[in-house]
């Protein structure tokens, strides 16, 4: 399929768009099968919310990894509030286009204009948040892409982060980060 932008990918509050986008998913072995399935779930049990923050148990998200156009470096975020190194992205706030909430999540980030996205999810997580003074613990149900910088791209960085970095895989394995960017990497770039 080809890769889209920003203006391809209207935004849709209709979950029945973020089911297709999950059921369509093609799993590459068991966990990604058992995440989607959990992923699937959870929208049936919440149909009318689970792309919405408020719904306490968790919610849907939607994240990228940022790929160079040698796709020899990727571009992450040291988050402020997780204070780790993550992909871009974040909250889809009612948007059940998932591959158009990380498109505009990576933006949001990285303020890098002309970016890409390969609309077909590459991976599903679900990860637990921790609670904040103003939130409880809760999960995030998260849809992953690629998107794709365009030559000679230009990051600036976004009050939710402390920093942003291109890393290769060797830098990669110096940094603090978990085993779903790093599966990232792989699926980006082959295994190490």
């Not at 890769?3 to 973020?18: I, M, S, T, W």
């Not at 599903?124 to 791209?153: M, S």
Request: hydrophobic share 40%; charged share 30%; glycine share 6%.
């Amino acid at each position: 399929m080809a890769r889209l932008r920003q203006a391809e990918l209207p935004r849709d509050r209709d979950l029945a768009l973020a089911r297709t986008i999950l059921e369509r998913y093609a799993p590459k072995d068991s966990e990604q099968r058992k995440t989607r399935d959990a992923m699937l779930s959870f929208v049936e049990l919440h149909p009318r919310d689970a792309h919405l923050r408020t719904c306490v148990e968790g919610h849907l998200t939607a994240s990228a990894l940022v790929i160079d156009r040698s796709r020899g470096k990727a571009l992450l975020t040291f988050h402020k509030k997780l204070n780790r190194w993550l992909q871009l992205g974040g909250h889809c706030d009612g948007d059940a286009n998932l591959a158009g909430v990380a498109l505009r999540e990576c933006w949001e980030e990285s303020g890098i204009d002309g970016l890409q996205i390969d609309p077909e999810p590459i991976d599903l997580d679900i990860h637990l948040i921790p609670a904040r003074k103003d939130e409880p613990a809760h999960l995030h149900l998260d849809t992953r892409f690629h998107v794709y910088a365009p030559a000679r791209a230009r990051e600036t960085l976004s009050e939710e982060s402390h920093s942003l970095a291109w890393f290769d895989e060797a830098g990669l394995r110096a940094i603090d980060t978990d085993a779903s960017v790093r599966r990232l990497f792989t699926l980006a770039f082959g295994p190490a």
